[in-house]
């Protein structure tokens, strides 16, 4: 939250997208703030759905066969732009 407080982009991308959202007759302050409530709790919804699949990653990575998988797979695709980077012409 600090820096999102702190960062002056932030400050910058609510002044530049917020008022063109807000209709006439209505308060600017409430509405601002309503939408950026609206923002937070979608922000909330996103780390949530982080989080959700970090530790379904976690349980998936524990197992022996999966960091198999992982280990082949990383190794298969570095040895892939090692010879693409061998080659003439890349």
Same mark, same amino acid.
């Given at each position: 939250? %600090?820096?999102?407080? *702190?960062?002056?982009?932030?400050?910058?991308?609510?002044?530049?997208?917020? &008022?063109?959202?807000?209709?006439?007759? /209505?308060? &600017?302050?409430?509405?601002? @703030?309503? *939408?950026?409530? =609206? +923002?937070? @709790?979608?922000? =909330?919804? %996103?780390?949530?759905?982080?989080? #959700?699949?970090?530790?379904? #990653?976690?349980? %998936? *990575?524990?197992? #022996?066969?999966?960091?198999? /998988? !992982?280990?082949? =797979?990383?190794?298969?695709?570095?040895?892939?732009?090692? !010879?693409?980077?061998?080659?003439?012409? +890349?």
């Amino acid at each position: 939250m %600090w820096t999102n407080l *702190l960062n002056p982009k932030i400050g910058a991308f609510y002044l530049a997208t917020i &008022p063109q959202f807000v209709p006439a007759g /209505v308060s &600017p302050l409430g509405m601002g @703030l309503l *939408l950026a409530g =609206v +923002h937070d @709790l979608l922000a =909330v919804a %996103w780390f949530a759905l982080i989080i #959700a699949g970090a530790s379904y #990653a976690r349980r %998936w *990575l524990a197992n #022996a066969r999966a960091l198999r /998988v !992982v280990d082949r =797979v990383a190794g298969v695709t570095l040895v892939g732009f090692g !010879v693409k980077l061998a080659l003439p012409g +890349h």
